[in-house]
């Protein structure tokens, strides 16, 4: 597996990994081992960041769209996200409405289709 597709699946920033992790690519063994027993580096990365955009996105409950328009373009650290939860600009207040308006729309659709299926 391509370091960048490991990444990916273990929920980590490329360019903040080790330079070993980087280069190398993995076996399916050993990236079943990184996920059952992560290496300390991992369990940090994981904890302090930096994150990459959709876990980034997940944490401030909007979509990888509205950090784009948020003018967020970089990776941010556990730190800089619960930062930015602080401070609450606008442009976060209002991709955090936008998402809402989205699932709540999604449940409604979902509850019509079941509504339809029985």
């Given amino acids: 597996m391509k370091p960048a597709t490991a990444a990916k699946k273990l929920g980590i920033y490329l360019p903040a990994a080790p330079e070993a992790f980087q ?5 399916r063994s050993a990236f079943l ?14 904890r302090t960041g930096p994150h990459p955009r959709d876990v980034v996105a997940r944490k401030l409950g909007i979509t990888n769209s509205g950090l784009a328009r948020g003018g967020v373009t970089e990776a ?7 930062a930015l939860l602080e401070a609450a600009p606008s442009w976060l207040s209002h991709e955090r409405g936008v998402q809402a308006k989205v699932r709540a729309e999604n449940a409604r659709v979902a509850e019509l289709h079941a509504k339809r299926g029985n």
């Fill in 76 to 82: 941010l650290t556990t730190a800089e996200i619960q």
């Fill in 23 to 27: 280069q190398t690519p993995l076996t």
């Fill in 33 to 46: 081992e990184l996920q059952e027993t992560p290496p300390e580096w991992l369990q940090e990365l994981r």
